[in-house]
């Protein structure tokens, strides 16, 4: 009986545990596909979750930001997903390749086709954007989540360091550090380092060169003594008939 109560009280906590932390992970999200470092590319997806049991979701809005907004974004196209992609105005023109922008894309709106996200499932929208800002640890994109039955789920709040998550969370991407390779010349170890490669390289073509030329002599040098061994045998063979016949 004990051991009874004392299972049925864990398989409580366990439920308990999992109907808290369940909110915490049906909220739309945003993640890097592999890095997003400041000052590069990436490409990113917003992880849509059907919270519903009797509705579907039909509509998602991206709202991109305005504070730091991005020059290029490019959404990957999604079966069964209609897209539409708003730009706007520009307080402030970016530059970009040396080439001053003053629009950027401040919306994009995914619409299904059919049925769209239904309960028990979830969908990736992958973007490609950049380039990412430098002077900021995160970006944060406002979403709106609509459901069959016309609900509209706005996933606004920006969570705060050091306070709980809000309720409807907004999906935040974070920045990781500038990567520095690629972007400078090679050291002068480097530089040292592949003379050093070529010499080696230079010496074994050399040693190879004169190995393949020993190996041709001594090719020569056998053919020409099988040559000679076969005459001297044929002249010893003649030369012994003529004794014989004599």
């Known amino acids: 009986m004990k051991a009874s109560r004392i299972a049925a009280a864990g398989a409580a906590a366990g439920i308990t545990v999992l109907a808290l932390s369940a909110p915490a992970f049906a909220h739309v999200s945003v993640q890097p596909e592999g890095e997003a470092a400041k000052g590069g590319y990436a490409v990113v997806d917003f992880k849509v979750p059907n919270e519903r ?96 039955n016309k609900e509209v789920v706005r996933w606004i709040e920006v969570p705060q360091k050091g306070q709980e998550e809000p309720d409807n969370p907004a999906p935040v991407l974070e920045l990781s550090a500038a990567s520095e390779d690629g972007h400078h010349g090679s050291s002068g170890d480097d530089a040292s380092d592949a003379e050093s490669a070529e010499k080696a390289s230079a010496e074994t073509a050399a040693d190879s060169g004169s190995a393949d030329g020993t190996d041709t002599t001594a090719r020569v040098l056998g053919v020409v003594g099988i040559v000679v061994g076969a005459a001297g045998v044929a002249y010893g063979v003649l030369a012994g008939r003529r004794r014989t016949n004599a």
């Open 53 to 148: 049991d009797d509705a579907s979701t039909t509509k998602l809005e991206v709202n991109f930001p305005t504070d730091h907004p991005l020059a290029s974004v490019m959404p990957e196209p999604v079966p069964g997903w209609k897209i539409e992609v708003t730009k706007s105005k520009l307080d402030k023109p970016l530059e970009m390749h040396g080439e001053k922008i003053s629009e950027a894309v401040t919306k994009v709106t995914w619409t299904a086709d059919g049925d769209g996200i239904e309960a028990g499932f979830f969908q990736k929208f992958p973007v490609s954007v950049g380039t990412l800002p430098e002077d900021t640890d995160q970006l944060v994109f406002k979403a709106l989540q609509t459901y069959s």
